[in-house]
């Protein structure tokens, strides 16, 4: 499906925290907008705001979307898919899914949601990659004992180490590693006993492995081969754009980025965003 790029004026604004986020001089009209999940379009493991879903629903009319993150296809179905209940088919099939940054790709089609590809860590890195970030979170003193769900979990391409769980409060996860040191220092010390696999910090408590090469830019690179739509023609949003966060390989890669602090922030942005680009649609 073909978008113009058609030149408008793209300012940035929020209602409630204006400086949030940032001024980001976009130049064309985007043929594809991809998000972050968490803290992005929803807090963390948590289902889309009413108010965000709608707004989702709007931009599915406008433009294609993408969700890339870390978290696995089932947390995509409760925090995203689940939430979409005023959908059409025909809507859904502008939007493009993809759990563990990228290295599973699902699509709506027929009525259905139907995995495109998967990308699974073999037996062996599995094992592997389980023993050392145990071994190691609990020499570092992060291994805990009251927890939300399963520490570690094979997501098939991706192992993800959870400190508190996936369910763990908001707050409880924030107050356990504000800084981002204990992820940080897990990560590096993972990372060099796993030199053949990918260790990258995750979300506000969480550390992914996956295989080497595989982060969000490589998930928007395959986007792009996948959807014929070039990176020149994508803008991603997302809340961890720092250099130790997630989302920065997309920066890095080129792809023009809109740094927000909160679901509230994003939903602020698509509230500019989507006349904007309904304006540029009916302009073709």
Same mark, same amino acid.
């Given at each position: ?10 300012? /940035? ?6 400086h ?6 976009? /130049?064309?009209?985007p ?7 968490d ?38 179905q ?18 493009h ?11 709506h ?5 139907n ?7 073999t ?53 356990w ?16 006993e796993?030199?053949d696999?990918? !260790? ?6 969480s !550390?992914?492995i996956?295989?080497q090469g ?6 928007m ?15 991603f ?8 966060g ?5 920066? !890095? ?32």
């Amino acid at each position: 499906m073909q978008r113009g790029t058609r030149t408008i004026e793209r300012r /940035t604004r929020t209602a409630t925290r204006p400086h949030n986020v940032k001024e980001t001089p976009v /130049t064309t009209t985007p043929r594809l907008v991809a998000f972050d999940l968490d803290d992005t379009l929803a807090p963390s493991k948590s289902p889309l705001d009413p108010a965000m879903a709608s707004l989702l629903i709007e931009l599915l009319d406008v433009t294609e979307v993408c969700i890339i993150s870390g978290g696995q296809i089932s947390q995509f179905q409760m925090q995203v898919i689940d939430n979409l209940t005023t959908a059409s088919d025909a809507q859904l099939e502008h939007l493009h899914l993809m759990p563990t940054c990228g290295t599973q790709y699902y699509l709506h089609q027929n009525g259905a949601w139907n995995q495109i590809y998967a990308q699974n860590l073999t037996d062996d890195e599995k094992a592997r990659a389980l023993e050392v970030v145990e071994r190691i979170a609990k020499k570092l003193g992060y291994w805990e004992t009251e927890t939300w769900g399963p520490i570690l979990e094979d997501r098939g391409s991706q192992i993800t180490f959870s400190a508190l769980g996936q369910a763990a409060p908001v707050a409880v996860k924030t107050a356990w590693d504000p800084t981002g040191e204990k992820k940080n220092s897990l990560r590096e010390a993972a990372q060099a006993e796993l030199p053949d696999l990918e !260790v990258r910090a995750g979300g506000s408590t969480s !550390v992914d492995i996956t295989r080497q090469g595989i982060d969000k830019a490589y998930g928007m690179t395959k986007l792009a081969d996948l959807t014929g739509i070039p990176l020149d023609d994508m803008l991603f949003v997302g809340d961890r754009l720092d250099e130790n966060g997630n989302d920065y390989p997309v920066k !890095v890669l080129g792809v023009e980025c809109v740094a927000v602090e909160g679901w509230h922030d994003t939903a602020a942005y698509l509230e500019k965003l989507i006349p904007e680009l309904r304006a540029a649609k009916s302009a073709e």
